[in-house]
């Protein structure tokens, strides 16, 4: 079983960093593919970073490359997101999803992922 906590939000100021953690506190050897999703008040839930199984791939939505790094310890169901040069736009409730797979690809869409944490909250002010 999958049971995802996420931890690491918080209040800050644009342009500084945060990074947050993705821990599974269930029972599993299972492989899984993650990533990260946010959703801002009265908007879609959207694809922020992707990892592989492996962590060898993954993949960013065009709004975080260059300032986001997502990173896991390989074939643990464990996953951070390291977050520089924080805009106010970034300012969204941040959900961990996991994907028991046996491919080696990353998956963008949230209907992709069938297990999901909690979500921790990132307040950017300008």
């Known amino acids: 079983q999958v049971q995802l906590v996420e931890s690491g939000g918080g209040l800050v100021q644009a342009g500084d960093s945060l990074r947050l953690s993705c821990a599974n506190s269930?029972?599993?050897?299972?492989?899984?593919?993650m990533a990260w999703f946010r959703q801002a008040p009265g908007k879609e839930r959207e694809f922020v970073a992707a990892?592989?199984?492996?962590?060898?791939?993954?993949d960013y939505a065009d709004s975080v490359k260059g300032r986001f790094t997502i990173s896991r310890d390989r074939y643990k169901p464990e996953v951070h997101l390291q977050m520089n040069s924080l805009k106010p736009d970034d300012t969204a409730v941040y959900y961990c999803?996991?994907?028991?797979?046996?491919?080696?690809?990353?998956?963008?869409?949230?209907?992709?992922?069938?297990?999901w944490g909690q979500g921790t909250q990132v307040t950017v002010s300008a």
């Open positions: 999803a996991a994907k028991g797979t046996t491919t080696w690809r990353v998956y963008l869409a949230a209907s992709d992922y069938g297990y």
């Open positions: 269930g029972r599993t050897s299972s492989p899984y593919a």
């Open positions: 990892v592989s199984r492996s962590g060898d791939i993954k």
